[in-house]
């Protein structure tokens, strides 16, 4: 479908570093196993210039909305910090649960370059008060159990690889060391689902982030 790779493509612009047309996007998939749940698949969009990766992009899904589906794309630092958060779809209703996902006067990707300095895309992304609270934020704060993490078993499967990793507590906004991410009254399901998604991103990132970042 043309227009949504457009649209994933006008994303990636908003949270990667600049990239221009010699930039090669390429992507890995990992499946998350939820204890509470089916598994899940993250994709990262690995950002290669030069030969090395100087971006990487997670995509992730959490089924826990109050209308159901909800798909992020969440820019990532080399260091593992959360540079931006975009939502990709969401069925929340209007109001609250919708306008906590929602940044108002999107830019398209032809906005991007003809601005002449895709660089700045993230500096000009619309600001949301809930998504913003994750930015700077390392992933590891938001793995629920850190000694299951580093004892996670990954096993090729398709292509793909596979992570075990378990829910650990309900309080899902809450991170550790990070500081943490504050439900929305009025929209705590939707809160949560964001955090959802997000916990199953940290939980692949951090079980393969070497193997994500080899040259």
């Known amino acids: 479908n043309v227009a949504e790779k457009r649209d994933k493509m006008t994303a ?3 949270v990667l570093p600049a990239f221009d047309a010699n930039a090669e996007l390429a992507e890995k998939r ?7 749940g089916p598994e899940r698949e993250v994709i990262f969009h690995l950002l290669r210039q030069a030969g090395a990766v100087t971006g990487i992009a997670g995509e992730c899904s959490t089924a826990r909305g109050y209308g159901g589906r909800i798909n992020l794309l969440v820019g990532l630092t080399g260091e593992g910090k959360i540079r931006a958060i975009v939502v990709l779809e969401h069925r929340e209703t209007p109001g609250l649960g919708a306008a906590l996902l929602e940044r108002k006067n999107r830019m398209t990707l032809s906005d991007v370059f003809r601005a002449g300095n895709q660089a700045n895309a993230a500096k000009h992304l619309p600001s949301c008060a809930y998504l913003d609270q994750y930015n700077d934020k390392g992933l590891e704060n938001f793995v629920h159990d850190k000694a ?7 096993n090729a499967v398709s292509g793909a690889t596979k992570t075990n990793w378990s829910e650990g507590e309900k309080n899902q906004e809450q991170s550790k060391a990070g500081g943490k991410v504050n439900a929305v009254s009025g929209a705590t399901i939707t809160s949560r689902a964001v955090a959802d998604a997000v916990q199953s991103l940290a939980a692949a990132y951090t079980a393969h982030r070497e193997e994500l970042l080899k040259q």
Do not use: C, M
């Open 12 to 14: 990636l612009a908003q």
């Open 30 to 36: 990992i499946t998350v196993k939820d204890a509470a």
């Open 148 to 154: 299951e993490k580093a004892a996670a078993e990954t």
